[in-house]
């Protein structure tokens, strides 16, 4: 009898679950469960199916670590939408105030293309991190292989893993995490361009060399720059809503600086979509237009946003005089390409970070309540 209510009892928390899966932070966790589960019925069955009759490799063509990238790839993507798609259409007071507002910040909302590049970044973190634990795994098994029924049970394990965590991410999003994001993406990225590229001594000649080629490498470096870059406007956005904008004049410093944030996104992008072998000037404008605009945020900073701290003024300028520095040791021939593109973007991007962070210690206190942002 008892077993009875309580296999009731638990039929009926999964249906309020699949009912409200946004109703708390319990049920949420729930929904995150019951989507990993399914990835891993469907990623099982998948591979016993591939997998049947066969003994796979670790890692390489026709894997168990190509099937878990692939797969995991997949499933990051379709969990992320779904787990947006919670967040938008199911507010719940309750949820925020356990959670946190997460996106539902004042002045900024994500569209369609924005869920789209965020769950493409996903998508290829989880891609390029299974890919990458395999051939580790095959490093440290050598010329070990896996039988089916075990690949297909362990292809199940990585696809709900990649699920769950990438549904949570989604319905906990925030413009932290979203930095996060970007970060996690573009050293990912970039890194497996830079261990893919056909030619080893790419980075003789400038780090836009890794995009040059027709190979998988180049194709993967220019995305990673254009999903990147789109990834940059959303930031953008979020990093300058909850600045002051109770004035004229602090309305028109936060719009310029709002600007100049997503014209760095854009040209960031622009720089993927148009590689320096086949678009020579466009390349190095977009790219020049990239520093052009950090530098004049940075040096203009305390006009347009007078409320930001001193201490990170001074960073900017900091960074501001580094990349100058660096620029002047390649013009004398210290330096290459590369290493000024290197420092250059790591110090731009590690900025727009913490400029992120900093812009949310210093909203504006007299912002309108925060509203639930809508797919448009």
């Excluded at 769950?164 to 994001?181: E, I, K, N």
Aim: charged share 10%; hydrophobic share 60%; with cysteine.
């Amino acid at each position: 009898m008892t077993r009875t209510v309580a296999a009731a009892e638990d039929s009926a928390s999964i249906r309020r679950v699949v009912r409200s899966p946004a109703a708390n932070v319990s049920s949420l966790e729930s929904a995150a469960l019951l989507v990993g589960s399914a990835f891993f019925v469907v990623g099982a069955l998948v591979g016993l199916f591939a997998f049947w009759g066969q003994s796979l490799p670790i890692s390489g063509r026709g894997s168990l670590g190509a099937f878990a990238g692939v797969g995991g790839a997949i499933a990051a993507v379709l969990a992320f939408v779904l787990g947006r798609y919670l967040a938008d259409r199911t507010p719940n007071p309750a949820l925020r105030r356990e959670i946190g507002q997460g996106l539902s910040v004042p002045g900024a909302r994500l569209h369609w293309f924005d869920i789209a590049s965020l769950a493409i970044a996903h998508g290829v973190i989880a891609l390029l991190g299974w890919l990458a634990l395999s051939t580790v795994l095959e490093l440290s098994f050598t010329d070990a292989v896996v039988f089916a029924l075990p690949a297909a049970a362990l292809g199940g394990v990585a696809l709900a893993l990649t699920a769950y965590v990438s549904f949570l991410s989604a319905a906990r999003m925030t413009p932290m995490l979203l930095s996060l994001v970007l970060a996690v993406f573009l050293v990912v990225g970039a890194f497996a361009s830079m261990l893919s590229a056909s030619d080893p001594h790419w980075w003789e000649e400038n780090l836009s060399a890794l995009g040059m080629t027709d190979d998988l490498s180049a194709k993967a470096f220019n995305l990673t720059l254009i999903i990147a870059g789109a990834i940059v406007t959303i930031v953008a956005r979020y990093a300058t809503a909850t600045l002051p904008a109770s004035t004229p004049p602090d309305r028109r410093g936060r719009d310029i600086v709002r600007f100049g944030l997503i014209l760095i996104g854009i040209f960031l992008a622009c720089v993927g979509i148009f590689p320096v072998d086949e678009f020579f000037a466009i390349h190095n404008t977009v790219a020049t237009g990239m520093a052009v605009c950090f530098a004049v945020i940075v040096l203009g900073l305390p006009r347009f946003i007078r409320t930001v701290p001193r201490v990170f003024v001074v960073l900017g300028y900091v960074y501001v005089a580094v990349i100058i520095v660096v620029a002047v040791f390649f013009a004398t021939g210290y330096y290459n390409l590369t290493a000024v593109e290197l420092v250059a973007g790591c110090l731009i991007f590690s900025w727009i970070i913490v400029f992120l962070r900093t812009a949310g210690a210093t909203g504006d206190p007299e912002a309108e309540p925060a509203v639930l942002p809508s797919v448009g």
